[in-house]
């Protein structure tokens, strides 16, 4: 049974730092990739970045690089989303997802999901 489970998220100010984990379990890890999606009101589910597991390639959104990054820990099989100089736009509810084999960017994609967790950034 494939389970992620978040945690981390909070409200934070214009300017400041969060780092959100997705504890993992269930996975043949080396057969999936990880990703960080985000959600606001009213908007589309977006990909925030995605983690190969076997290589440790990484990708991110355009809206984020360079503020955010994201890493794994092989040992406690957890991959965190080291969020920077965060902007107001960046509130949203946060997930993690995976898919087996290759970064995609399509929520469609990705068959398993966490329960999210709600990040808010006050101007």
């Known amino acids: 049974q494939v389970q992620l489970v978040e945690s981390g998220g909070g409200l934070v100010q214009a300017g400041g730092s969060l780092r959100l984990a997705c504890a993992a379990s269930?996975?043949?890890?080396?057969?999936?990739?990880l990703a960080w999606f985000r959600q606001a009101p009213g908007k589309e589910r977006e990909f925030v970045a995605g983690?190969?597991?076997?290589?440790?390639?990484?990708s991110l959104a355009d809206s984020v690089k360079g503020r955010f990054t994201i890493s794994r820990d092989n040992t406690k099989n957890t991959v965190y989303l080291q969020m920077n100089s965060l902007k107001p736009e960046d509130t949203a509810v946060y997930y993690c997802a995976a898919r087996l084999r290759y970064i995609t960017t399509a929520p469609e994609d990705y068959k398993y999901w966490g329960q999210g967790t709600q990040v808010t950034v006050s101007s």
């Open positions: 983690l190969r597991w076997s290589s440790g390639s990484t």
């Open positions: 269930g996975l043949t890890f080396s057969s999936y990739v």
